[in-house]
């Protein structure tokens, strides 16, 4: 690869970029993008890109041409592919910036879901005819950007190729217009939507060892509810996941004393064990409470008492609810009982509190849409507690998620405005304010 410094270590490679104009040669579409619709038609261009979980098929160079100015990490390890585009301000080598100026990050994943609905995935991304065969219940082909009654359809409009967009555009504004005393970045994973234990939390390892985690983040997932703007998650709940054995002695039906059944000696615990509150919740965070996903046991025979009763749970904790305390819970009510307990944090609750990013936000989407953005955790979780658990200040915006993961999924044109309006409103008000 040209102008590019390969390092090549166990199970893994990367290299550095160097900034390239020529990029552009060769991707004629680029130059068909006009001041006017460049987010839009950024968006346009991301999605004819199959990206489906892990592949990234050649998107991070025509992403690479739309920040000419930037150089650009790449680490891939295990078939994922992880990028930092970044700029240092004129007038610092990289050594002395990475040690003393501050770094702001844009965040997203270029990866999607299957389209589901009996849709055909091209094998080439500029196969559209492919992309059109056995669509199902998709109204257009999903790798084929769709305009119809003011709304983009695709996957990954929403979640999250259209945030990624309009941060792309806001940056190309930003830093062509600008002289910063600050780091500016964007990175980028293809597993967000699988395991992700190679993407965006492996990336952040590698960051770290090289001392170029940023100091503060916007992840652009979709966030909103009803158009583009109106929440900001200002943190996540965690999740723990539970198995509860509740053992027993299997039998015959018709000799009930002779058995142990764990169905009945569950019975009068169960309203206890599910449904109430962990703990009170506060403004940020609703209140933490079990959930049971699943309950098993017996034979499929009518006449055996079961020998075991295996329940399976969730919990979407706040910072107010941890795995001890879920552990306290499940014990107190089964007192007495016999059974087994299985217990693993899978993600980890986080908030940003009193961070200059929230007011920043809040002020540029009140000067833009006129309205008082809502501070959420809700939702499941994302990349951003990752970014938290390296010490990053990190938030979350993006445009509605009301078709995500969801057939004929799509963002309304004046969103993508919208959300473009803000970012480019937040860099400046950043730029002001002196971070």
Known sequence: MQNSVLIKT???FEYVLESRQDLTQGLESVKFITEQNMALEILKKLIQYPTITPLEHGI?????????????????KNGVKNVLFYKIPKGYDEKSAWERLNHFCFA?????????????VPKDIYDTENSGQNKGEWSYPPFTPTIHDG???????????????CFIKALQDFIGENETQMIFSVLLTSDEEGEGIYGTQYMLEILKEK????????????????????????????????????LGKQGHVAYPEKCINPVELLGSKLGLLAGVNLDSGDCVFSASKLVITDIRGGI?????????????????????????????H????????????????????????????ITLLQDSIHEVAQIQAELSTS?????????????????????????????DERVSLQDIEQLERIFSTFLKRLLQDGM
């Open 379 to 407: 939702g499941g979780t994302s990349d951003a507690r990752f970014l938290s658990e390296y010490g990053v200040e990190v938030v979350e915006l993006g445009l509605c998620n009301d078709r995500i993961h969801a057939v």
């Open 60 to 76: 991070y160079e025509y992403i690479q041409t739309l920040l000419p100015s930037f150089k650009a990490l790449h680490i891939e």
């Open 108 to 120: 997203g994943h270029i990866d999607v879901v299957k389209p589901g609905g009996g849709a055909a």
């Open 10 to 12: 166990q199970n893994s």
């Open 151 to 165: 709304y983009i359809y695709g996957r990954g409009t929403q979640d999250m190729k259209g945030g990624i967009a």
């Open 300 to 328: 499929e025979a009518v006449n055996v008492t079961p020998n075991d009763l295996v329940i399976m749970f969730n919990v979407r904790n706040s910072t107010m609810t941890t795995l001890e305390s879920v552990k306290s």
């Open 330 to 357: 499940v014990d107190s009510v089964l007192d007495g009982l016999p059974y087994t307990l299985e217990l693993k944090q899978s993600s980890k609750s986080f908030h940003t509190k009193d961070s200059v990013l």
């Open 211 to 246: 001392g170029m985690l940023p100091t503060y983040a916007i992840v652009a997932e979709p966030t909103s509810t009803r158009f583009a703007g109106d929440t900001i998650k200002v943190g996540r709940r965690g999740s723990i996941n539970g198995v509860i054995k509740i």
